[in-house]
């Protein structure tokens, strides 16, 4: 089965920088990347995501990069802010396994004004 | 669009007692919906996936008896926690998937104590 690894597990960084996020997953044949945000005591929320076939997506401060060769991805947040901080999940999707998602372990961004 | 109600956002209940958590995909038909248990500062484990008119399918360390599924309809799924005791105590999250898509969206979660 797949196996997702996140790192770093926590970081900190002041308001204005920027944040990066790496995942690696084991299975080739993982096709879909999802991230979420999560704050405490609320549901995952999906922020960005990206398929199989492209390297690079972006949605205003957020981006998502893949190295399908690497097997690994990347969450980019530029100019944070306090309201960024949250938990962090990365997730990647088997291309055999229906939609399961297999979630690395999280990271916890602390953004300090 | 793509909501993902839960209820009871919060239960408490005595230990030996059952507690039923629904989750609704609230603007669109979900082919599938996921169960997950989150203990403090850890990951998202999944219990079950569960399609709409059959039976669910249980991860491997899930009691089926234990966490009862019901899907009765492509916007309805139900967990219930049976004769629950205060290990059982932990937030659940459903998620759920529209159809011809990847993504899963996520309900708010459910805090539940067992005294």
């Known amino acids: 089965g797949e196996n997702v690894e996140q790192h770093p597990s926590t970081l900190s960084v002041q308001e204005g920088d920027s944040a990066v996020i790496k995942c690696t997953y084991s299975?080739?044949?993982?096709?879909?990347f999802p991230w979420y945000k999560q704050e405490l005591g609320k549901g995952p929320q999906l922020i960005i995501d990206?398929?199989?076939?492209?390297g690079e997506k972006k949605d205003q401060r957020i981006a998502v990069t893949l190295n399908k060769t690497a097997k690994h991805f990347s969450l980019h947040i530029t100019e944070t802010q306090p309201e960024d901080s949250a938990v962090y999940f990365c997730?990647?999707?088997?291309?055999?396994?229906?939609?399961?998602?297999?979630f690395g372990g999280g990271t916890r961004l602390m953004v300090k004004p | 669009g793509a909501v993902v109600s839960q209820h009871p956002s919060r239960v408490i209940c005595k230990s030996g007692t059952s507690v039923k958590i629904e989750c609704r995909s609230l603007?669109?038909?979900?082919?599938?919906m996921f169960w997950y248990r989150q203990f403090p500062k850890q990951s998202l484990m999944l219990m079950a996936t569960?399609?709409?008119?059959?039976?669910?399918?249980?991860e491997q360390g899930v009691e089926k008896d234990k966490f009862l599924i019901n899907h009765a309809s492509l916007t309805l799924s139900t967990l219930t926690v049976t004769s629950a005791h205060p290990e059982d105590s932990s937030f659940y999250i459903c998620?759920?998937?529209?159809?011809?898509?990847?993504?899963?969206?996520f309900g708010p979660g459910t805090r539940l104590t067992v005294l």
């Open positions: 299975d080739s044949a993982s096709n879909y």
């Open positions: 990206i398929r199989s076939n492209v």
């Open positions: 603007d669109f038909q979900a082919t599938t």
């Open positions: 569960s399609n709409e008119g059959s039976k669910a399918t249980y």
């Open positions: 997730a990647a999707r088997y291309n055999n396994a229906g939609n399961m998602l297999t």
């Open positions: 998620s759920a998937t529209p159809f011809e898509q990847h993504t899963q969206y």
